[in-house]
């Protein structure tokens, strides 16, 4: 039986996430990378959680894909 891969979770902090239409930008920027399992964003608490498997994509890549819709990401511990 093959075993299920491992995901882990990251959670961020997002400056500047300030609507329903920002968080979006976010979420689908996310959605599309492989590894990534699940995305949740949250503009009223300024926050993404990413269930990814890291055998696939790293913590960096997704800061580094957040970053790349124009917002600071400040990785929190879970």
Same mark, same amino acid.
């Not at 039986?1 to 968080?23: A, F, H, N, W, Y």
């Not at 498997?53 to 970053?67: R, T």
């Given at each position: 039986?093959?075993?299920?891969? +491992?995901?882990? =979770?990251?959670?961020? =902090?997002?400056?500047?996430?300030?609507? !329903?239409?920002?968080?979006r !930008?976010?979420?689908?920027?996310?959605?599309g990378? @492989?590894?990534? =399992? @699940?995305?949740?964003v949250?503009f009223?608490?300024?926050l993404?959680? !990413?269930? #990814?498997?890291?055998?696939?994509?790293? @913590?960096?890549?997704?800061?580094?894909?957040?970053? @790349? +819709?124009? #917002?600071?990401?400040?990785?929190?511990?879970?």
């Open positions: 039986m093959p075993s299920q891969p +491992t995901s882990e =979770r990251l959670k961020l =902090r997002i400056l500047g996430l300030d609507c !329903v239409s920002c968080s !930008v976010i979420n689908r920027a996310l959605e990378v @492989k590894g990534v =399992r @699940k995305v949740g949250s009223m608490m300024d993404v959680f !990413v269930d #990814y498997e890291p055998n696939l994509v790293s @913590k960096e890549e997704i800061i580094d894909i957040v970053k @790349k +819709t124009g #917002y600071e990401a400040i990785p929190l511990a879970n």
